[in-house]
């Protein structure tokens, strides 16, 4: 067994544990350093036990280290030091660490590793950005290579020194270990509010749906399932015909792509974000013969610019583009794409990903339409679909197959192995959208964030008249850095998108209201943003 597998790190709770923390105390600051007098208990329960959180590690059911946060002052420094927020920087909010200890035979790094990272969680959730010490003097190099900084006057006594010093969690972060992973899950805050683009917050029963044991997919209950799945999202959207694809958007875009690389003549791409991009870039990689209409990222595109691009490329014979952009929040009109290519002649294909059960849409006429599960329909990602509202048929010699859009259509919609527990949570998150009408709530709950953000200083990407009520992209000054925005929230359980490259590139980070949510939610979401921001402006300026 790995070091870090052998070791479990959590906040105390029951009995034994303080038990042993007593314990513990005991042995490290009375026989091994001598802070206090002796007793024939073996045990020391420090005078701010009430007051104090432990973070211990335990090798099985054996506590081997432990240490404790307090936030209440005065600290055990205040006394020891006169004015101790002068030593500060300021705008923090303060908490001290005390009594660190861990067992002889279990120094291996590892176990000092796994509290101090175990702390650093525990403090971000409660909105601490500030550690402060008396560290002792024996532990000094230690101390500095995690980034302490020291301040004041040693305190204490000649056999039991200890110097005051700080950290920065963010300090932290950067310096702090690096072999105890996220991934070892410590001290995780429930997720408060999801506001991801996707995975979304999904609603009651979907989760469970997936659940359900595997259907085969040639039975005749999967086709079934299938089929009205299928019809429920053509109604929804206004289209004839749909096929359910086992992957991502990218599987249904590049579809879409091999569907145009079967067509004479060239196309016409519009391009104003990351997603606009991607399609240049699926277009590329299938060879296809196009022109571009580009556009800078939050710009949206207007009537009389597509008519002139149109105008320039006589010989195009079809016009792809994004309806929401969903990099920027931009929505671009769908009623005069339609417009300008009905009276050209040219097929209209269309990236409709973040607005298929965001907006109401009407594809009828539309050549080629792309949509996923995991965002506006909110069901579990992994599932996406091809709209259209013409023949298709197979195309043995030109496609894979996996991208033959005419092979699905005819093999029925499932040519080859199908989830049929994503379609059973898809097709239980479509109940929901048939028992109500999202669109209008969407609108008015955008509207009204986008006002809220705005009052509270934060500058939104894209203009309310032409932006989608489900994405909402905040562009941060240079005095913050939306990694650290963005990583601060989501300790306080607040999943926000910040983490794509081009949104770091931009410092930019995005509220998307794709799940489910209420207003009370984005109220605490835009509280939480605010604070953060503060924070990091006050340390940008101490610093």
């Known amino acids: 067994m790995k070091q870090t597998e052998r070791y479990r790190f959590k906040v105390a709770s029951e009995n034994w544990e303080f038990e042993q923390i007593y314990q513990l105390n005991y042995r490290t600051f009375v026989e091994e350093i001598p802070q206090h007098e002796t007793n024939e208990r073996g045990i020391l ?30 600290f055990s420094l205040d006394q020891k030091l006169k004015n101790l ?42 909105s601490h950005n500030l550690w402060i010490i008396s560290g002792s003097s024996r532990q000094l190099k230690l101390y500095r290579h995690l980034g302490f900084v020291p301040f004041g006057t040693v305190v204490g006594t000649s056999e039991a020194a200890f110097q005051p010093m700080y950290l920065t969690l963010e300090r932290f972060e950067e310096t702090g270990p690096t072999h105890i992973r996220e991934a070892n899950g410590l001290f995780k805050p429930a997720v408060k509010v999801n506001l991801l683009p996707g995975p979304v917050g999904l609603r009651e029963g979907v989760l469970q749906s997936a659940a359900q044991e595997p259907v085969p997919h040639r039975s005749a209950r999967f086709h079934a399932e299938v089929d009205r799945v299928k019809s429920f999202l053509c109604s929804m959207v206004g289209a004839k015909q749909m096929e359910i694809l086992l992957g991502s958007g990218t599987l249904a875009n590049d579809v879409i792509a091999g569907q145009l690389s079967l067509l004479p003549g060239r196309g016409l791409i519009l391009s104003n974000g990351e997603f606009g991009e991607r399609l240049l870039d699926h277009a590329t990689r299938f060879n296809l013969a196009f022109d571009s209409l580009q556009k800078k990222w939050g710009e949206v595109f207007d009537e009389a610019s597509i008519r002139s691009a149109i105008g320039r490329f006589p010989n195009a014979e079809w016009l792809w583009a994004v309806h929401c952009e969903t990099s920027t929040g931009v929505l671009n009109g769908l009623a005069s794409l339609k417009r300008l290519c009905a009276a050209r002649g040219l097929r209209l294909c269309l990236d409709c990903i973040s607005t298929i059960g965001i907006v109401p849409l009407d594809l009828s006429g539309v050549y080629l339409a792309s949509g996923v599960s995991g965002k506006g329909l909110a069901a579990l990602p992994g599932l996406s679909m091809v709209f259209y509202n013409h023949a298709v048929e197979p195309a043995p010699h030109s496609l894979p197959r996996y991208l033959d859009l005419g092979l699905y259509r005819a093999n029925c919609g499932v040519p080859f192995t199908h ?12 109940d929901y959208c048939s028992s109500r009408n999202p669109f209008e709530r969407a609108v008015e709950v955008s509207t009204w964030l986008r006002s809220l953000l705005r009052t509270s200083g934060f500058d939104i990407v894209a203009p309310d008249e032409t932006a989608s009520p489900a994405v909402i992209t905040i562009a941060l000054p240079e005095t913050l850095n939306s990694d650290r925005i963005g990583a601060q929230l989501e300790r306080k359980g607040f999943l926000l998108s910040y983490q794509s490259g081009y949104l770091l590139k931009r410092n930019w980070i995005q509220i998307c209201l794709m799940g489910e949510y209420s207003r009370q939610d984005l109220k605490s979401v835009v509280n939480a943003l605010e604070e953060v921001s503060r924070s990091q402006k006050a340390q940008t300026v101490s610093v």
């Not at 909010?93 to 291996?108: F, G, K, T, Y």
């Not at 989830?419 to 479509?430: E, F, R, T, Y």
């Open 45 to 74: 329960v420090d005078r701010f036990d009430q007051e104090n959180e432990y973070v211990i590690c335990l090798d099985a059911d054996r506590l081997v280290g432990m240490l404790c946060i307090r936030d209440r002052r005065p």
């Open 85 to 126: 927020d002068s030593y500060l920087p300021p705008g923090r909010s303060v908490c001290e660490i005390r009594l660190l200890a861990v067992e002889p035979d279990h120094r291996n790094g590892v176990v000092l590793d796994g509290l101090m990272k175990a702390a650093a969680d525990l403090s971000f959730s409660k």
């Open 419 to 430: 989830s049929s527990n994503l379609v059973a949570a898809l097709a239980k998150a479509i």
